[in-house]
């Protein structure tokens, strides 16, 4: 098998086996960023990797269940795939929101090409001491 045919069959395997949403949107021409959600006591915290991108071209809108980042590219980029060339010049992630938060009070921040969204917790229990 040539490196070329393999790397074509890899590609067709890969393509088939993830979640069409893990790999860049070639249709719409639009990058789909990296992003990494972590829980702490109170919160939930999404970072999302948009470099390349300035503060006043991110967007952050809240829907029902969902977090959608988009982002234009300060400079468009260049992929050549399957001896087509795309030019991409923005970014967009849709990610669905835990379960018991509170829409109304995510908060965002942007610094260093990292955006952080800060989604709070909905916290329906009270603690009662022990005594």
Known sequence: MSSSSFISAFEKRTNATFDHRLIDDFANRELIPLSYLTEK???WILQVDLPGVRKKDVSVTVTRGHVIVKAKLEEAYHVSRHGYLTKFESMRK???????????????R???GILTIIIPKITNGKKIPIG
């Open 110 to 112: 942007f610094k260093n």
């Open 94 to 108: 849709v990610s669905s929101l835990p379960a018991y938060v509170d829409a109304r009070k995510i908060s965002a």
């Open 41 to 43: 006591d109170s919160k």
